[in-house]
């Protein structure tokens, strides 16, 4: 059986835009500023709603600024639908977004958010894929009091940092 060397690239392309996606994620919940900037092409916008629309680096410094209100957040993806084009994709992304942030009371409060990310990404002369344009639909929101308890707050001690050696766990950009 001779190999599809078409479908053999698309089949690496869409596994490099998910590993793209996981690490959005996990830069946002490990509030790791330097992978989040690694993460889109020097061009690109992000549009999370009425948060945030403009240049990337614009949304980098909003979400940095946003970090010390944030003791918590989870990112889960779900469904991820991806189309690639040589070096451009797109690709639909289901996911759950869950974040504790300051209450209006004082306390706290659990913000969670059934999110669509709508992505472009493209493919840089380094090889990686990146974001090129990012669009944040909220299809649920939910924001009630919190009163629970885990690991809130463990960025600095997270054992993935020990656990997982490899670079792609390390902090800042994945390379």
Same mark, same amino acid.
């Given at each position: 059986? *001779?190999?599809?060397?078409?479908?053999?690239?698309?089949?690496?392309?869409?596994?490099?835009?998910?590993?793209?996606?996981?690490?959005?994620?996990?830069?946002?919940?490990?509030?790791?500023? *330097?992978?989040?900037?690694?993460?889109?092409?020097?061009?690109?916008?992000? !549009?999370?709603?009425? !948060?945030?629309?403009?240049?990337?680096?614009?949304? =980098?410094?909003? &979400?940095?600024?946003? @970090?010390?209100? +944030?003791?918590?957040?989870?990112?889960? $993806? =779900?469904?991820?639908?991806?189309? $690639?084009? #040589?070096?451009? %994709?797109?690709?639909? $992304?289901?996911?759950?977004?869950?974040?504790?942030?300051? %209450?209006?009371? #004082?306390?706290?409060?659990?913000? @969670? +958010? *059934? $999110?669509?990310? &709508?992505?472009?990404?493209?493919?840089?002369?380094?090889? /990686?894929?990146?974001? *090129? /344009?990012?669009?944040?639909?909220?299809?649920?929101?939910?924001? /009630?009091? @919190?009163?629970?308890? %885990?690991?809130? %707050?463990?960025?600095?001690?997270?054992? !993935?940092?020990?656990?997982?050696?490899?670079?792609? @766990?390390?902090?800042?950009? !994945? #390379?």
């Amino acid at each position: 059986m *001779a190999i599809d060397e078409t479908a053999l690239q698309a089949l690496l392309d869409k596994d490099a835009i998910r590993d793209l996606v996981l690490l959005y994620s996990r830069a946002i919940d490990r509030q790791d500023i *330097a992978l989040l900037r690694d993460l889109y092409t020097e061009d690109a916008t992000d !549009s999370h709603g009425d !948060s945030f629309d403009g240049p990337a680096d614009g949304y =980098c410094k909003f &979400i940095e600024g946003a @970090f010390p209100h +944030m003791p918590y957040s989870g990112h889960h $993806v =779900c469904n991820h639908l991806i189309a $690639v084009d #040589g070096d451009e %994709g797109s690709g639909e $992304v289901y996911a759950l977004a869950y974040h504790l942030i300051p %209450g209006r009371d #004082g306390g706290s409060e659990e913000d @969670f +958010m *059934a $999110v669509r990310y &709508i992505d472009n990404y493209r493919r840089c002369p380094d090889g /990686r894929w990146r974001f *090129a /344009r990012r669009v944040v639909t909220y299809d649920f929101k939910l924001r /009630r009091p @919190f009163d629970g308890g %885990g690991l809130l %707050g463990l960025r600095e001690r997270d054992p !993935s940092y020990d656990v997982c050696t490899q670079a792609l @766990f390390a902090r800042g950009p !994945s #390379g």
